[in-house]
């Protein structure tokens, strides 16, 4: 799950307030040294407060609630929540302004938390989208009341195992657009407008291929008795035989050009890219990873500060010197 919160500031600024957790729901996997089963994975959370309308971040904070790898003997006292304070390199860049490079130089790879990152790649374009809508209809509003709220999202990605090794991904997308002083409205009035998605995907694994894709939309508002109808998206059809390996938002953004707006159900389709990373460890067993662990060459090198290339996760696992696996491969 992933959410988006964003809110009236001080004069000439808006909060930003964004969650990310998973939850693994089948599995028994040893990480570091530790038997790890079904539960709460990762809890992280961000808080921008940036200025309004240019997005320039002015502060910018991360905490962790739950994350898998505490400093111990198999980390050399590393833990996930070591780069925490390297969000804070944010402060200065623009949302407008080569946002991407700028979030992948600070915090990106090897640099920082790979969930973390995953969080702030999604607020970026989804805050700035948020802002340019609220600027075209309002164009004269500087702000309202200090945590008055502005739009909230909230993504929600479901993994479940198919037959063999296949990955049914379920997305459901939601926004809600709020006019202003809404806190102070009366239900039936407090909803501007809203946006919600869904959709599905079938993935084969090992190979990440899509088999099967749709997809569906629905504006309501404004008003919370204004419910519409779902709309089936064709364009969705496309994305089978694409691969969710590197490439695979350019892929997104390429079938869906054009599309005014569809952008949040491009948003959701990107999510489910770290949505099916999520559930390989779960897939130990059927990938045929022996011993079994999530420590194996199916783990994401260089994907966080944590399973870095020269960090003791990978320097000092045990696959490195374990031996060949039933299939014939090496397990490391």
């Not at 006292?77 to 860049?93: N, T």
């Not at 949505?275 to 966080?304: F, G, K, N, Y």
Request: charged share 20%; aromatic share 6%; net charge negative.
């Amino acid at each position: 799950m992933i959410s988006l919160r964003l809110v009236w500031g001080a004069p000439g600024t808006v909060v930003a307030e964004g969650r990310i957790f998973d939850l693994r729901k089948r599995g028994i996997v040893p990480m570091a040294g530790k038997l790890r089963g079904p539960g709460v994975v990762h809890d992280m959370a961000v808080r921008l407060e940036l200025d309004y309308p240019d997005l320039r971040i002015r502060a910018a904070d991360a905490s962790m609630s739950a994350f898998p790898f505490a400093g111990g003997p198999m980390t050399r006292g590393e833990g996930c929540p070591d780069r925490l304070a390297d969000v804070q390199q944010l402060v200065g860049a623009s949302l407008r302004e080569q946002y991407g490079t700028t979030l992948m130089d600070a915090v990106g790879g090897p640099r920082g938390c790979f969930h973390v990152f995953t969080l702030l790649r999604l607020l970026g374009p989804t805050i700035e989208w948020a802002v340019e809508r609220e600027q075209s209809r309002r164009p004269n509003q500087g702000g309202a009341a200090v945590g008055s709220p502005i739009f909230v999202r909230s993504v929600i990605a479901d993994g479940s195992k198919g037959e063999g090794l296949q990955i049914s991904l379920r997305g459901v997308l939601s926004d809600i657009h709020y006019p202003p002083g809404a806190d102070a409205l009366p239900l039936e009035e407090e909803l501007e407008e809203s946006f919600e998605a869904t959709a599905d995907l079938e993935t084969e694994i090992p190979s990440m291929a899509i088999t099967a894709a749709s997809a569906r939309v629905r504006r309501s508002g404004p008003g919370v008795d204004a419910v519409g109808k779902w709309e089936p998206i064709a364009r969705a059809g496309d994305m089978v035989g694409r691969l969710i390996l590197k490439g695979y938002t350019a892929e997104v953004q390429g079938i869906f050009a054009g599309s005014n707006g569809l952008e949040p159900l491009q948003h959701l389709l990107f999510m489910l890219a770290p949505a099916l990373m999520q559930c390989m460890p779960s897939l130990v067993e059927e990938l045929e990873v022996r011993p079994r662990r999530a420590e194996s060459p199916h783990a994401a090198i260089d994907s966080c500060h944590m399973w870095r290339a020269d960090g003791p996760l990978v320097t000092q696992a045990p696959w490195r010197t374990s031996s060949p696996s039933p299939s014939g491969r090496g397990s490391g």
